[in-house]
């Protein structure tokens, strides 16, 4: 039975980073920073109030707004609640490949299962933010939704059905850099190739295979190994500038390895120690200074939790 335990709660939403490299569409991890800001009460008028406490000027309308779509499927699932009312601050820009859409639905849907003492179990609230990745790129995918909600690293084994499996990956340092292009997911996915020669295949799956089993067992130099795409990177790497000469200079200065964050344009690397991961930064900044492109930069950790509650009334 369905019971409200909070009018209001307050939640912290992550920036995540998909794929990572060779696991297109099934693989992803959370991020310590940056993240959004959401604050969700219910109303007596029916349907989804959004208020907008940022400079992003997205549609204020629910079914055409991440969170809105979201939180009305949710509302679909709970007639006990009538409406909601979302105050929305959101600190990861739109199009920046940390997986901003995926924030918005998966902090909101967290924030609503909270109100009514967790009814949902994690991989249902997937189910609901999957609608909001679905207006933002057109696909119901998971692989930026799931580590949101589960926190860490996520495989995506299946959508249909959906099947959720959280790995128990070791603290890495992430840096990312995000340049001030924007690239839009589903402009992403129309330049990809619909066929792929066999031996790609073969190749890419020994390396999400590596990959996971590096993540598992906290093998680093398995990570580094595995963290190698033949079948996506090579075509959305052409729409970043700088990409190659970063990545190959911060594996030189002694990250694991890393590539494109989600459809990009941000990019990312992952590395064993702090100093290496500032080190990495510096070889980012360098680069887009040279390039004379503007930038922002972050040097985080792997966020085992997810969204987090950080208010309740």
Same mark, same amino acid.
């Given at each position: ?25 099934? %693989? ?11 604050? %969700? ?30 939180? %009305? ?241």
């Amino acid at each position: 039975m369905i019971t409200i335990k909070h009018q209001s709660i307050t939640v912290s939403s992550p920036a995540t980073v998909a794929n990572m490299v060779c696991g297109f569409d099934i %693989l992803g991890f959370a991020l310590q920073a940056p993240y959004d800001i959401y604050t %969700l009460t219910i109303s007596n008028e029916k349907g989804i109030k959004i208020i907008q406490e940022d400079a992003f000027d997205l549609p204020a309308n629910p079914e055409e707004n991440v969170s809105g779509a979201a939180l %009305l499927a949710f509302l679909e699932a709970v007639p006990e609640i009538p409406g909601l009312i979302l105050h929305s601050k959101k600190n990861i820009k739109p199009g920046s490949g940390i997986g901003s859409s995926a924030a918005s639905a998966a902090g909101v849907v967290v924030a609503a299962n909270h109100l009514i003492n967790n009814y949902f179990p994690k991989e249902e609230l997937v189910r609901f933010a999957m609608f909001g990745e679905k207006v933002a790129s057109g696909v119901k995918h998971a692989d930026n939704i799931a580590p949101a909600i589960y926190g860490g690293v996520t495989l995506i084994r299946s959508i249909f059905p959906l099947d959720i499996i959280p790995i128990q990956a070791p603290d890495l340092y992430v840096t990312i850099v995000h340049p001030q292009i924007e690239i839009r997911t589903a402009d992403a996915r129309q330049i990809l190739k619909q066929n792929i020669l066999l031996k790609d295949a073969i190749k890419q799956w020994g390396n999400i295979a590596g990959l996971v089993a590096g993540l598992i067992h906290h093998d680093y130099d398995l990570i580094g190994r595995s963290l190698e795409d033949v079948i996506i990177e090579p075509v959305r790497s052409i729409l970043i500038p700088g990409f190659n000469e970063i990545k190959i200079k911060c594996k030189e200065a002694g990250a694991l390895g890393g590539g494109i964050s989600g459809s990009g344009p941000s990019i990312f690397m992952l590395s064993t120690t702090l100093q290496i991961a500032n080190s990495v930064e510096q070889i980012m900044q360098e680069v887009y200074n040279q390039i004379g492109l503007a930038y922002n930069t972050y040097v985080t950790t792997i966020n085992h939790e997810g969204v987090k509650i950080l208010d309740s009334k």
